[in-house]
């Protein structure tokens, strides 16, 4: 089927919707979707992995701008962190670092990891580098495994 097609183009649409959900609170598994439409076989590997990526990506700055956003809060009353959580988190950032945004793709720790990057102020460039290889990383090996097992 040509790359171009309505049911091609209809997958990798799935495919992004659901891997930027995924990269948000919203628990989704974008995983399933990229193996699926892998086995299926009608669209290329390069193409389904750099949408993936793309929008896994995306997802995460939504949860930085998130974290970005909500430290104007922090005085309130309804904050969902304390003084001491914040101060906790801003230890483990700062022992860990911008480099702990690479296991940004962990269920639960990693939509933690891109909101706690957005609160403590890690520029945008540096967030979306790290998430990038990270998350392309992750669907690389996916579909290295897949294609072994299907090959």
């Known amino acids: 089927m040509p790359v171009g097609s309505g049911a091609s183009m209809t997958g990798y649409l799935s495919l992004f919707a ?4 995924a ?7 974008s995983e399933a979707v990229l193996v699926g439409l892998m086995i299926h076989g009608q669209h290329g590997v390069l193409g389904l992995l750099a949408v993936a990526t793309v929008g896994n990506v995306l997802g995460s700055v939504v949860n930085w701008g998130l974290g970005h956003a909500v430290l104007r809060f922090q005085h309130k009353r309804w904050f969902p962190a304390s003084p001491s ?3 906790r988190a801003e230890r483990w ?5 911008r480099w702990s945004l690479l296991v940004s793709w962990f269920p639960v ?3 933690a990891l891109t909101v706690t990057a957005g609160v403590l102020r890690e520029p945008l460039w540096s967030f979306v580098a790290i998430v990038g290889i990270g998350k392309a990383l992750r669907y690389g090996v996916l579909a290295w495994v897949t294609l072994v097992w299907i090959g």
């Open 85 to 87: 959580q914040m101060a």
């Open 18 to 21: 659901v891997a930027f959900l």
């Open 23 to 29: 990269a948000t609170i919203l628990p989704m598994q």
């Open 109 to 111: 720790v990693g939509d």
């Open 93 to 97: 950032y700062a022992r860990y670092g």
